[in-house]
T-cell receptor, first 115, second 117 residues
């Protein structure tokens, strides 16, 4: 079945550091890929998405490129801020049938940014 | 944008009692809603798919008699944890898809933290 694997946290960085959170997936067909963010005490929010190979999703300085050849969707940001401290979830939804409406999440990566 | 509201945000109950959690789509209609469970420092596990006007579809390993789901209208789904026990303590999150948005994007509620004493 479909699955998502992302790097374990916690990840602690200094402000303005470069961020990469790795995410790889297993799926049949052409899934849609997502990054969700959960700030402390809040629900999940969609950060960015990509629906087909080579698409790049971007938002708030974060980027991720849908790489079908490596089945990856790594999250990157060039210069992180303290306000980026949160838990980040990589996720996918299937390409067809009943799996198209279900979103499967990775285990989440907790990111802490030091001032 | 699309907003999903969950109520209550926190609930504490005694073992053996039942607890109902509501999930509402505030500015859109949702024929399908999803219920997730999140354990501390872990990912969201899909429990069931709530379908308006029909029975919910449960994921493998989820007890349908324990976690009752009702989706009586296009804007409301409820999850009832029956005869709750301490092991049911968790963070329950619902989500809904705004079909009007076109893309397969879910909007999540802020979650409901259940503590069973």
């Amino acid at each position: 079945g479909n699955s998502v694997t992302q790097m374990e946290g916690p990840v602690t960085l200094s402000e303005e550091a470069f961020l990469t959170i790795n995410c790889t997936y297993t799926a049949t067909g052409y899934p849609s890929l997502f990054w969700y963010v959960q700030y402390p005490g809040e629900g999940l929010q969609l950060l960015l998405k990509a629906t087909k190979a080579d698409d790049k999703g971007s938002n708030k300085g974060f980027e991720a490129t849908y790489r079908k050849e490596t089945t990856s969707f790594h999250l990157e940001k060039g210069s992180v801020q303290v306000s980026d401290s949160a838990v980040y979830f990589c996720a996918l939804s299937g390409s067809a049938g009943s799996s198209a409406s279900k979103i499967i999440f990775g285990s989440g990566t907790r990111l802490s940014i030091r001032p | 944008g699309a907003v999903v509201s969950q109520h209550p945000s926190r609930v504490i109950c005694k073992s053996g009692t039942s607890v109902k959690i509501e999930c509402r789509s505030l500015d859109f209609q949702a024929t399908t809603m999803f219920w997730y469970r999140q354990f501390p420092k872990q990912s969201l596990m899909l429990m069931a798919t709530s379908n308006e006007g029909s029975k919910a579809t449960y994921e493998q390993g989820v007890e349908k008699d324990k976690f009752l789901i009702n989706h009586a209208s296009l804007t409301l789904s409820t999850l009832t944890v029956t005869s709750a026990h301490p092991e049911d303590s968790s963070f329950y999150i619902c989500s809904a898809r705004d079909v009007g948005s076109g893309a397969n994007v879910l909007t999540f509620g802020a979650g409901s933290r259940l503590t069973v004493l």
